[in-house]
């Protein structure tokens, strides 16, 4: 059952990946049929400041979820600390991320649920970072026809994140960060807010 008429846009940030998401969503106009889910990659249990952070950079209703949010359009969602969150239905789930894993996979979880919930209405984005993490969750999202948008890496302080998944993958888009916030306001159906 799909519940969304909506896009549900999910960006997944690692090293070097901060500035480039705050120039993305400070872009995103308040209203926006979309709603945007934020993945930062911390140590676990670490608190976020990203809240604050967006809050002051964005137009969006920016919340932080602790446990658990309905998700609706016009909101920026962002995790209170790090640990890992996915989708069931309408609503959004913060949960332990396994202690045995080394790597940090909390964007490829976010990913695959939105391929599995959210289906052709999911966009994900993939900005400056390191390892692997987002590649299997990118192609889950292609399955479902979803769009998948990659920073590309000349523009990345850490390149080697855009690079895995150009690689290894087929995504829609490699952009700059200037050019990711204008297609994702084209695919939302929106004008840029700083436009």
């Given amino acids: 059952m799909n519940y969304y008429d909506f896009y549900v846009i999910g960006i997944g940030a690692s090293a ?9 969503v400070s872009s995103i106009p308040a209203g926006t049929n979309a709603a945007v889910i934020l993945n930062q990659h911390l140590p676990a249990g670490t608190p976020s400041n ?7 950079n964005t137009k969006m209703k920016v919340v ?4 658990i949010e ?12 790090g640990m890992q969150y996915k989708l069931d239905g309408r609503f959004l789930q913060v949960e332990d991320r396994n202690v045995s894993d080394k790597i ?22 993939i900005l ?21 948008i990659v920073q590309d890496p000349i523009t990345a302080e850490f390149p080697s994140l855009p690079k895995t998944l150009i690689a290894n993958d087929h995504p829609d888009y490699v952009l700059n960060p200037d050019e990711i916030k204008k297609k994702i306001c084209e695919y939302a159906g929106v004008r840029p807010s700083n436009s």
């Fill in 16 to 24: 070097g990946g901060l500035d480039p998401l705050v120039k993305v």
């Fill in 50 to 56: 990203l809240g604050k952070l967006v809050e002051r």
């Fill in 64 to 67: 932080v979820v602790e446990t």
């Fill in 70 to 81: 309905y998700i609706e359009p016009g909101n920026l969602y962002v995790m209170a600390s």
């Fill in 128 to 148: 400056s970072g390191t390892g692997t993490d987002g590649l299997q969750g990118a192609k889950a999202i292609e399955d479902q026809k979803g769009l998948v």
């Fill in 104 to 125: 940090n996979h909390t964007i490829d979880t976010l990913f695959f649920s939105l391929a599995k919930v959210v289906a052709d209405k999911s966009v994900g984005v």
